[in-house]
């Protein structure tokens, strides 16, 4: 485990003291869309490809709850979801009268990009919250909290996340907390959207055996009517079942589904291979302008991320900073050194000299990263090692690029986090 707090005097003696909390962002494309263009907060929102004139062919990347309303929903055709639900373009050019207003939606492209550079802002909560944490999608990740607090305070450890994502970051996000993972996920969409759902150890089978089928997690709709074909509509009747019938029907899968609907799942939560980058980000109550404030929440973000990268027996080659500048502008700025370094006296200089075309310009958010990391076990360089090869190198390179949808034009990552 890492160095993170651990709550004192609690002990850990078996699996069902793990702690999982699923982290499931709440319609993630449609909340990045709302935080860069606040008119559209509370207004059915489409998020998809296809429904500019010309276009036949589409689909909706995401639908908001007031959309959901109407019909529209995930994968669906654009075709269907304009049908469903105009657009609010056409009331406003005319198309449609003042009784037909209440009846149209907004439409947003897919951007990729900006919703990538979001969801870096939440993962790095993430990571500050767990010593381990899994990311599954660009929306939802696992951590493990078991050395982190206590079943008895695991309800407000779970909102501390909910709480600084939606101030540091601006999103909501639901949370599950059981433990294991399947009713960890299961959880988090047990009380959509801005839920937090609390299953203790003792309580997983009643929480587990009313549900229907197809909220098992790993149950899609062609598994859940096979199951229903075989007379099993809960959670609690394939908890009961013979599991023999349930492996002959769906193979090592029905084994699966026996155990998860009994609460029974071993696995444990675990990164997907090593990060390729560390950051720290903060943002300011207010765009701040002038250049001490600044310079000190850089000095203090370089050395938690030197500090981090420490910890994790870490060595980077680059070093950059992110500078958000009003309305939500992502500037980022790197350096690649010679070669890979352990050095916080080095993060800090170099982060100070990226972030100077910055000293006076109204700022939002401040991040510095180090990425292109190496967890070989060599003998850690520092900036005695490189500074020579450094001040001789051409291979130096600082990107210069302002860019409002958030990705960094010289790695061509969407912000100062990876989370492959």
Known sequence: MSDGPRLPGVEREDDEDRIVCHVDADCFYASCERLRDPKLCGEPLVVGMGYEAGETVGAVATASYEAREFGVESAQAISTALERLPRRAAYEAGDLDDSERDETGYYRPVDMDYYESVAADVREILHDCADVVREVSIDEAYLDVTDRTAWEVADGFARHIKDRIRREVGVTVSVGVAPTMSAAKIASDFDKP?????????????????????????????????????????????????????????????????????GEDDRRVEPKGDPKSFSRESAFAEPVAEPGPKYDLIETLAA??????????????????????????????????????????????????????????PVRKLGVRVANLEFAATDQASLESWERSEDDSDSTDESSTVNPAGTDPTTGQSSLTDFS
């Open 304 to 361: 938690a991320v030197a500090d981090r990268a420490q910890r994790e027996g870490a060595l980077y080659r680059t070093i950059g900073v992110k500078a958000v500048t009003p309305p939500y502008d992502v500037n980022t700025r790197e350096r690649s050194l010679p070669g890979p370094v352990d050095d916080p006296d080095l993060v800090d200089r170099i982060a100070h000299d990226l972030f100077a075309e910055f000293k006076t310009e």
């Open 194 to 262: 801005d839920g937090l759902t609390v299953v203790q150890p003792g309580e997983l089978r009643d929480f587990l055996e009313p549900l229907e089928v197809d909220l098992l997690h790993g149950v899609g709709p062609v598994t859940a009517r096979e199951l229903r074909e075989m007379g099993l509509e809960t959670a609690g009747d394939v908890a009961a079942t013979d599991p023999e019938p349930l492996a002959e029907r769906f193979g090592e899968r029905g084994r699966e589904l026996y155990d998860r609907a009994r």
